[in-house]
């Protein structure tokens, strides 16, 4: 992931797939050439990082990341998983703050922050999560949550290499709804101002993923928002030929 102007497609497997999804991640591998304009990034359950790693090759544009990590480099954290062992199993990025880990396991901005830094330690992009919920959207809150989130989770020292934004707005998360474009413009183009004001030169080019019930259809109207430099997928991703469509239709 190193060219930070090319869109990013990025596949959040959840807790999903088994060894016998190898089949899967080689037919989004040979199908990638098709996607030639984006960056392609699949984030497998830890099991199945090691594996999927291997089976990218080199100068592929699709990559192998990690859904969460532990912000210490080692120790006694009974369960959880380093960036350096997701760095050594063949990872090149890690989700930090999904909202299934902010709501599930009580991640505040603070944790995510440290995580984020400890995806750096390990010279991997941290891919970082925020987005409002349903009861914050409806009181006219959202910029004000994205504001903080952003705020309490970005570390300082952000670089369009190092740092990647999906705004998922909960309630658009594995449910088919998705917010009106103009909605996904306005937060967007929030998120690349608060971005130029602290990143400078790398804040104008450091990715904004949307995410939230991204599927083939509705991914071409998405994609061509302003600002909306690519694609957070969940259950679509699992699909070969469905990830690759939505790939497909980056601008
Ligand atoms: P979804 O999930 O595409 O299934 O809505 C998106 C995500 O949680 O990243």
Redesign the pocket.
């Known amino acids: 992931m190193t060219d930070a102007r090319r869109p990013l497609i990025a596949g ?1 497997w ?1 807790m999903n797939g088994l060894k016998a999804s190898a089949g899967e991640m080689r037919a989004i591998v040979a199908g990638a050439s098709k996607a030639a304009k984006a960056d392609l990034l699949i984030c497998p359950p830890a099991t199945l990082v090691a594996e999927f790693a291997g089976i990218v090759k080199k100068g592929s544009p699709v990559a192998i990341g990690g859904q969460d990590c532990h912000a210490a480099a080692s120790g006694a954290h009974t369960g959880d998983i380093s960036t350096e062992m997701l760095a050594d199993a063949g990872a090149t990025a890690v ?1 930090v703050g ?3 880990r902010r709501a599930d396991h009580g991640e505040t901005d603070a944790i995510v922050n440290a995580k984020a830094q400890a995806a750096w330690r390990a010279e991997l992009t941290a891919i970082l ?1 925020i987005g409002e919920t349903q009861a914050q959207r409806d009181a006219g809150k959202t910029l004000d949550i994205i504001g903080g989130q952003l705020r309490g989770s970005v570390p300082e020292g952000a670089t369009a290499n190092t740092l990647v934004i ?1 705004y ?1 707005p909960v309630w ?5 709804l998705t917010p009106t474009v103009k909605d996904v413009a306005q937060v967007h183009e929030y998120i690349r101002n608060y971005l130029k004001q602290y990143f400078k030169n790398d804040g104008e080019v450091i990715r904004i993923l949307y ?5 083939p259809s509705n991914a071409v109207e998405l994609l061509a928002v302003p600002h909306v430099n690519g694609a ?6 699992l699909k070969a030929s469905d990830f690759l469509a939505i790939a497909a239709a980056a601008p």
Do not use: Q
Not at 211 to 215: D, P, Y
């Open positions: 959040n959840k989700i999904h909202s299934e999560c999906a998922e658009a998360i594995g449910t088919g995410g939230g019930s991204v599927k957070l997928i969940g259950g679509a991703s």
